[in-house]
Protein backbone atom coordinates (compact mmCIF):
# COMPACT_ATOMS: atom_id res chain seq x y z
CA UNK A 1 0.00 0.00 0.00
CA UNK A 2 1.53 3.63 -0.96
CA UNK A 3 1.63 5.57 1.98
CA UNK A 4 0.11 8.75 1.33
CA UNK A 5 2.83 10.98 2.19
CA UNK A 6 5.59 9.09 0.46
CA UNK A 7 7.38 7.49 2.91
CA UNK A 8 9.05 4.23 2.66
CA UNK A 9 7.30 1.50 5.21
CA UNK A 10 10.16 1.21 7.54
CA UNK A 11 10.22 5.84 7.61
CA UNK A 12 9.46 7.83 10.14
CA UNK A 13 7.21 10.46 9.93
CA UNK A 14 8.40 14.17 10.31
CA UNK A 15 9.49 14.83 14.33
CA UNK A 16 10.20 17.60 15.97
CA UNK A 17 10.34 18.17 19.75
CA UNK A 18 9.86 21.77 21.44
CA UNK A 19 10.80 21.84 25.35
CA UNK A 20 9.57 23.71 27.33
CA UNK A 21 6.36 24.43 26.17
CA UNK A 22 4.10 25.63 28.88
CA UNK A 23 5.35 28.34 31.03
CA UNK A 24 3.94 27.19 34.32
CA UNK A 25 5.14 24.15 34.26
CA UNK A 26 7.99 22.67 36.06
CA UNK A 27 8.65 20.68 32.45
CA UNK A 28 6.76 20.38 29.98
CA UNK A 29 7.39 19.76 25.91
CA UNK A 30 5.36 19.32 22.70
CA UNK A 31 5.58 16.67 20.07
CA UNK A 32 4.84 16.43 16.51
CA UNK A 33 5.33 13.23 15.04
CA UNK A 34 3.55 14.00 11.15
CA UNK A 35 0.17 15.68 11.78
CA UNK A 36 0.05 14.65 15.28
CA UNK A 37 0.56 16.90 17.90
CA UNK A 38 1.00 16.61 21.67
CA UNK A 39 1.75 19.02 24.74
CA UNK A 40 2.49 17.28 28.12
CA UNK A 41 2.84 19.12 31.11
CA UNK A 42 4.63 18.21 34.38
CA UNK A 43 3.37 19.64 37.82
CA UNK A 44 5.10 18.81 40.65
CA UNK A 45 3.02 18.16 44.00
CA UNK A 46 3.61 17.58 47.43
CA UNK A 47 0.66 15.85 48.46
CA UNK A 48 0.50 11.99 47.24
CA UNK A 49 -2.49 9.33 46.72
CA UNK A 50 -3.18 8.35 50.11
CA UNK A 51 -2.36 4.68 49.76
CA UNK A 52 1.44 5.82 49.38
CA UNK A 53 1.20 8.32 52.36
CA UNK A 54 4.21 7.83 54.89
CA UNK A 55 5.91 5.61 52.81
CA UNK A 56 8.85 8.07 52.00
CA UNK A 57 8.53 7.55 48.26
CA UNK A 58 7.44 9.65 45.18
CA UNK A 59 4.62 8.63 42.28
CA UNK A 60 4.46 9.75 38.66
CA UNK A 61 1.59 9.51 36.62
CA UNK A 62 -0.51 10.79 33.76
CA UNK A 63 -3.60 12.20 32.39
CA UNK A 64 -4.37 11.86 28.59
CA UNK A 65 -6.79 13.59 26.63
CA UNK A 66 -8.32 15.09 23.42
CA UNK A 67 -9.05 18.46 22.73
CA UNK A 68 -12.55 18.92 21.05
CA UNK A 69 -11.41 19.75 17.61
CA UNK A 70 -8.06 17.31 17.26
CA UNK A 71 -10.34 14.93 15.93
CA UNK A 72 -12.59 15.13 12.58
CA UNK A 73 -15.40 14.75 14.85
CA UNK A 74 -16.29 17.09 17.61
CA UNK A 75 -14.58 14.95 21.10
CA UNK A 76 -16.52 16.30 24.00
CA UNK A 77 -14.40 18.40 26.44
CA UNK A 78 -12.90 16.61 29.86
CA UNK A 79 -14.57 13.27 28.75
CA UNK A 80 -12.46 10.51 30.34
CA UNK A 81 -13.24 7.20 28.07
CA UNK A 82 -12.00 4.04 28.65
CA UNK A 83 -9.60 5.17 25.04
CA UNK A 84 -8.50 7.87 27.38
CA UNK A 85 -8.12 6.00 30.49
CA UNK A 86 -6.47 2.80 28.94
CA UNK A 87 -3.68 5.63 27.09
CA UNK A 88 -3.39 7.64 30.80
CA UNK A 89 -2.37 4.65 32.43
CA UNK A 90 0.26 3.77 29.58
CA UNK A 91 2.12 6.92 29.78
CA UNK A 92 2.16 6.45 33.84
CA UNK A 93 3.48 2.79 33.72
CA UNK A 94 5.58 3.55 31.10
CA UNK A 95 7.66 6.69 33.47
CA UNK A 96 7.62 4.54 36.40
CA UNK A 97 9.47 1.90 35.04
CA UNK A 98 12.65 4.10 34.40
CA UNK A 99 12.27 5.70 37.68
CA UNK A 100 13.49 5.34 41.50
CA UNK A 101 10.33 6.29 42.96
CA UNK A 102 12.20 6.21 46.55
CA UNK A 103 14.45 8.78 45.15
CA UNK A 104 11.28 11.63 44.75
CA UNK A 105 10.76 12.01 48.12
CA UNK A 106 7.23 12.28 49.30
CA UNK A 107 6.66 14.12 45.57
CA UNK A 108 3.99 12.99 42.90
CA UNK A 109 4.87 14.03 39.63
CA UNK A 110 1.64 14.18 37.58
CA UNK A 111 2.15 14.35 33.79
CA UNK A 112 -0.92 15.72 31.67
CA UNK A 113 -1.25 15.10 27.93
CA UNK A 114 -3.10 17.05 25.64
CA UNK A 115 -3.70 16.04 22.10
CA UNK A 116 -4.19 19.31 19.48
CA UNK A 117 -4.31 17.19 16.28
CA UNK A 118 -4.81 13.47 16.29
CA UNK A 119 -3.68 11.38 13.51
CA UNK A 120 -2.45 8.04 14.85
CA UNK A 121 0.22 7.51 17.42
CA UNK A 122 -0.87 9.56 20.04
CA UNK A 123 -0.29 7.31 23.04
CA UNK A 124 3.58 7.02 21.84
CA UNK A 125 3.99 10.54 20.58
CA UNK A 126 2.82 10.99 24.61
CA UNK A 127 5.24 8.75 26.24
CA UNK A 128 7.84 10.37 24.25
CA UNK A 129 6.77 13.56 25.02
CA UNK A 130 5.86 13.27 28.85
CA UNK A 131 9.71 11.84 29.51
CA UNK A 132 11.07 14.79 28.16
CA UNK A 133 8.36 17.10 30.87
CA UNK A 134 9.66 14.52 33.26
CA UNK A 135 13.30 14.39 32.51
CA UNK A 136 12.85 18.41 33.19
CA UNK A 137 10.86 17.97 36.73
CA UNK A 138 13.72 15.55 38.52
CA UNK A 139 16.94 17.64 36.96
CA UNK A 140 14.88 21.25 38.41
CA UNK A 141 15.07 18.98 41.83
CA UNK A 142 17.75 18.01 41.34
CA UNK A 143 19.97 21.03 41.05
CA UNK A 144 17.78 22.89 43.36
CA UNK A 145 19.58 20.12 45.91
CA UNK A 146 15.44 19.26 46.75
CA UNK A 147 16.96 15.44 45.63
CA UNK A 148 20.58 13.44 46.61
CA UNK A 149 20.38 12.10 43.14
CA UNK A 150 18.84 11.92 40.13
CA UNK A 151 16.01 9.43 39.94
CA UNK A 152 15.66 8.73 35.74
CA UNK A 153 17.32 5.25 35.64
CA UNK A 154 16.98 5.25 31.72
CA UNK A 155 16.14 6.85 28.74
CA UNK A 156 12.61 6.10 27.35
CA UNK A 157 10.47 6.44 24.07
CA UNK A 158 7.69 4.84 22.14
CA UNK A 159 6.48 3.82 18.22
CA UNK A 160 3.47 2.43 16.79
CA UNK A 161 4.32 -0.17 13.72
CA UNK A 162 2.06 -2.51 12.17
CA UNK A 163 1.03 -5.16 9.45
CA UNK A 164 -0.75 -4.01 6.12
CA UNK A 165 -0.91 -6.24 2.81
CA UNK A 166 1.52 -8.24 4.75
CA UNK A 167 4.43 -5.54 5.47
CA UNK A 168 5.74 -4.89 8.20
CA UNK A 169 5.04 -0.38 8.55
CA UNK A 170 6.64 1.66 11.10
CA UNK A 171 4.97 5.09 12.40
CA UNK A 172 1.53 4.67 11.39
CA UNK A 173 -0.79 7.70 10.83
CA UNK A 174 -4.82 7.40 11.10
CA UNK A 175 -5.48 5.58 7.94
CA UNK A 176 -2.47 3.14 8.05
CA UNK A 177 -4.22 2.53 11.56
CA UNK A 178 -7.29 1.81 10.15
CA UNK A 179 -6.24 -0.34 7.45
CA UNK A 180 -3.52 -1.86 9.25
CA UNK A 181 -4.73 -6.13 9.74
CA UNK A 182 -2.07 -6.13 13.36
CA UNK A 183 -1.36 -3.04 15.28
CA UNK A 184 1.41 -2.61 17.85
CA UNK A 185 2.18 0.03 20.02
CA UNK A 186 5.29 -0.65 21.67
CA UNK A 187 7.34 1.27 24.62
CA UNK A 188 11.71 0.67 25.10
CA UNK A 189 14.05 2.45 27.08
CA UNK A 190 17.68 3.77 25.36
CA UNK A 191 19.50 0.28 26.69
CA UNK A 192 16.88 -1.23 24.71
CA UNK A 193 14.36 -2.92 27.19
CA UNK A 194 11.23 -3.08 26.49
CA UNK A 195 8.80 -1.35 29.05
CA UNK A 196 5.56 -2.47 27.06
CA UNK A 197 4.26 -4.55 24.15
CA UNK A 198 0.61 -3.44 23.25
CA UNK A 199 -0.07 -5.81 20.19
CA UNK A 200 -3.62 -6.70 18.42
CA UNK A 201 -4.56 -8.80 15.28
CA UNK A 202 -7.14 -6.79 13.80
CA UNK A 203 -7.77 -8.22 10.51
CA UNK A 204 -5.91 -11.74 10.88
CA UNK A 205 -3.46 -13.62 13.04
CA UNK A 206 -0.11 -12.89 13.35
CA UNK A 207 2.93 -15.46 13.05
CA UNK A 208 6.35 -15.58 15.39
CA UNK A 209 8.09 -14.58 12.39
CA UNK A 210 6.35 -11.32 11.90
CA UNK A 211 5.93 -10.43 15.60
CA UNK A 212 9.72 -10.61 15.32
CA UNK A 213 10.10 -8.68 12.45
CA UNK A 214 7.46 -5.83 14.25
CA UNK A 215 9.87 -5.49 16.75
CA UNK A 216 12.48 -5.06 15.26
CA UNK A 217 11.30 -2.20 13.14
CA UNK A 218 9.83 -0.60 16.12
CA UNK A 219 13.32 -1.19 17.93
CA UNK A 220 15.16 0.65 15.16
CA UNK A 221 12.14 4.08 14.77
CA UNK A 222 12.93 4.43 18.74
CA UNK A 223 16.34 4.62 18.23
CA UNK A 224 15.73 7.44 16.18
CA UNK A 225 12.84 8.76 18.74
CA UNK A 226 15.51 8.91 21.15
CA UNK A 227 17.58 10.93 19.29
CA UNK A 228 15.53 13.79 19.02
CA UNK A 229 14.96 13.91 22.66
CA UNK A 230 18.10 13.59 22.83
CA UNK A 231 18.62 16.84 20.75
CA UNK A 232 16.32 18.80 23.56
CA UNK A 233 18.01 16.89 26.43
CA UNK A 234 21.58 16.77 25.02
CA UNK A 235 23.47 15.33 27.93
CA UNK A 236 21.20 12.45 28.56
CA UNK A 237 22.33 10.78 25.10
CA UNK A 238 23.59 7.22 26.46
CA UNK A 239 26.27 5.23 24.68
CA UNK A 240 23.32 2.80 23.37
CA UNK A 241 21.68 5.33 21.62
CA UNK A 242 24.82 7.24 20.40
CA UNK A 243 26.08 3.59 18.57
CA UNK A 244 22.17 2.51 17.38
CA UNK A 245 23.08 4.17 14.38
CA UNK A 246 20.00 5.02 11.62
Keep these: MPRSDGRS ?8 I ?27 ETRLPFWMRGQRSGWVTAEYGLLPRSVPERAARNRVSGRNFEIQRLVG ?10 LLGERQIIID ?15 TAAYVA ?32 GEPVLDLDHAEDSAADVDFNVVMTGSGHFVEVQGTAEG ?12 SLAASGIRKVLK ?17 GE
Design 113 to 127: CDVFEADGGTRTASV
Design 9 to 16: PHALRKIS
Design 134 to 165: LHQVCRHLLEKGEIRKFPIKDQLAAISVGLIN
Design 204 to 215: RPYTRQELNKML
Design 228 to 244: AQARVLPWILSPEVKDG
Design 93 to 102: RSLRAITDLD
Design 18 to 44: ETPFFRHAEGSAAIRMGNTWVACAASL
